[in-house]
Every structure is written in structure tokens, then in C-alpha cells.
Antibody, heavy 123, light 110 residues
Framework: DVQLVESGGGLVQPGGSLRLSCVAS????????MHWVRQAPGKGLVWLSR????????DFADSVKGRFTISRDNTKNTLFLQMNSLGAEDTAVYYC????????????????WGQGTLVTVSS | QSALTQPPSASGSPGQSVTISCTGT?????????VSWHQQHPGKAPKLVIY???KRPSGVPDRFSGSKSGNTASLTVSGLQAEDEADYYC??????????FGGGTKLTVL
């Protein structure tokens, strides 16, 4: 089965931290850009961050720059999102998505998406 | 980075065609041919239906087509079918090495 499976979501207090994981199986992970995208309840998609295939290049949306860190472990086909200083505005379903292969010359956010993990920031 | 502008809703009858617009700026949609469209059914993950303005991933019906003119991209769904009813989101690469999504359009098949 081709899948991306996110985990690590849950209830966290304002100001707290959370680390999300995304495990890839049945599809190429190494060699591909990876992205995190979130969706607040009833709202639209918001791009958060991306990382290149070897982890040497990362980019972030202004809304999370300095608070979120993206990383990957290619030996375990796993993508991570470390989220710090969380606020109510960070409450959302967080999706990981596979980007194009590095060097492919293609540009898109996700040809494969996980089902998402819900993060709720509340006291 | 401001979200791209999409109409909140669109509709069409089965068999008809409908076009959804996505307006950005000269720093995103107008600057790059890197506009994508995603389809999202309720409670489901998004699915890529168009990338790089007009390319279709394998398995996406040719009823889905994309185009761009200046700062506005468009998604056309021809021969509407009931299963096309979903939310559609455009996205674009930006000059800040970021990506930005549109606010989404709810497509209703009447």
C-alpha cells in the first residue's frame, strides 16, 4: 500500500510544544522534497514548510518561521515537524505531502498526502 | 504572503463545464508556471489534479484542465460528474521560496 501516515498530534496547552512524524511506505521517500500543510477546522489549506531530499534546504511560511522546525530521517523514511510556542491559531489538521524528486525540475506541493493528524491547542 | 484569491463557490449541472479562477500577484502566479490544483472531498486528504499550470498526474481524467494568463490561473472541469463535487484549492510557488494556497472553492454539481 502506498501511504504517508502522520502521528504525534493531540491536545497541547498554549505555549507548549509538539513533534509530528510522517512515515512513508510503499512510495519513494528518499530523493523527494517533503512538505507540511495544515488546515484549521472548516478552513482552507495553508502551506507551512518544505525540506529537500537530503535535509540541507528548508523553507518556512512567515507564520511559523522561528517556531517550527522541519527535519527528516531518510534511513527511516520519516519526516518530522517540531512545533514550539504553540497558540490557539495553530489548532489544525496537519498533513505531510510528498513533493517532486530533487533534480526532476518539477514543482508541486503534493502528489501523495497523508490523512493528517489533529493538533488542538487549548488550556 | 497573502493567500491566492478564489471564488468561494462554483456550480454546474452534470455534463456541463465549470471554470474556477485563482488570482495571485506578479510575485507568485504571474512569476512562475508552478501553479497546482488540489481536489479535497469532505474529511479526506487533498489530491493533486493539476500541476505546473496544465499538467495532469497519472490517473487524473482529462476532464480536468488548467491554464494561466498573467496573474490568474484557472481550472476547468468538463463533463461534470457527481464525484467532482468537492473543494478545490490552487497553489503557487512564490518568489520567497515558499508556496501559497488559495482560499478554496466549493464546487457543487447541481
Amino acid at each position: 500500500d502506498v501511504q504517508l501516515v502522520e502521528s504525534g498530534g493531540g491536545l497541547v496547552q498554549p505555549g507548549g510544544s509538539l513533534r509530528l512524524s510522517c512515515v512513508a511506505s510503499g512510495l519513494a521517500f528518499n530523493g523527494h522534497w517533503m512538505h507540511w500543510v495544515r488546515q484549521a477546522p472548516g478552513k482552507g489549506l495553508v502551506w507551512l514548510s518544505r525540506i529537500n531530499s537530503d535535509g540541507s534546504r528548508t523553507d518556512f511560511a512567515d507564520s511559523v518561521k522561528g517556531r517550527f522546525t522541519i527535519s527528516r530521517d531518510n534511513t527511516k523514511n520519516t519526516l518530522f515537524l517540531q512545533m514550539n510556542s504553540l497558540g490557539a491559531e495553530d489548532t489544525a489538521v496537519y498533513y505531510c505531502a510528498r513533493g517532486p524528486g530533487s533534480g526532476s525540475g518539477s514543482y508541486y506541493v503534493g502528489d501523495y498526502w497523508g490523512q493528517g493528524t489533529l493538533v488542538t491547542v487549548s488550556s | 504572503q497573502s493567500a491566492l484569491t478564489q471564488p468561494p463557490s462554483a456550480s454546474g449541472s452534470p455534463g456541463q463545464s465549470v471554470t474556477i479562477s485563482c488570482t495571485g500577484t506578479s510575485s507568485d502566479v504571474g512569476a512562475y508556471n508552478y501553479v497546482s490544483w488540489h481536489q479535497q472531498h469532505p474529511g479526506k486528504a487533498p489530491k493533486l489534479v493539476i500541476y505546473e499550470v496544465s499538467k495532469r498526474p497519472s490517473g487524473v481524467p482529462d476532464r480536468f484542465s488548467g491554464s494561466k494568463s498573467g496573474n490568474t490561473a484557472s481550472l476547468t472541469v468538463s463533463g461534470l460528474q457527481a464525484e467532482d463535487e468537492a473543494d478545490y484549492y490552487c497553489s503557487s510557488f512564490t518568489g520567497s521560496n515558499n508556496w501559497v494556497f488559495g482560499g478554496g472553492t466549493k464546487l457543487t454539481v447541481l
